[in-house]
């Protein structure tokens, strides 16, 4: 089984930065693509930024030219650097994995427990 480990969130004054990791133990899947995605309080859960399976990355509107997501596939941890932070912001983070498990055709997707962002001055 896959675990994934979000760190880095806290407080930040609007035009701060923060940069959040997310460690996975485990490997079972043999394509997948890895995210974060944000919930803000009375919010739905929504994608901010995405490395799809063969290196494509897409990010929300809201967060382009601001954050940057990247990966170390050595040792399969996520990365979501955040510039200029905004109100807005604000919310949990979550790290997602999804995809193929290995040697099946079965669809898995995984969540890490979140990490609170908040901004504000």
């Known amino acids: 089984q896959v675990q994934l480990v979000e760190s880095g969130g806290g407080l930040v004054q609007p035009g701060g930065s923060l940069r959040l990791s997310c460690a996975a133990s485990?490997?079972?899947?043999?394509?997948?693509?890895m995210g974060w995605y944000r919930q803000a309080p009375g919010n739905q859960r929504e994608l901010v930024a995405q490395i799809i399976y063969g290196g494509r990355r897409n990010y929300a509107d809201s967060v382009k030219g601001r954050f940057t997501i990247s990966a170390d596939v050595a040792n399969g941890t996520l990365y979501l650097q955040m510039n200029s932070l905004q109100v807005d912001d604000t919310g949990v983070y979550y790290c997602?994995?999804?995809?193929?498990?290995?040697?099946?055709?079965?669809?898995?997707?995984?969540w890490g427990q979140g990490t609170l962002v908040t901004v504000s001055s």
């Open positions: 997602n994995r999804e995809g193929i498990v290995a040697g099946t055709s079965r669809y898995l997707e995984i």
């Open positions: 485990g490997s079972i899947f043999a394509a997948y693509n």
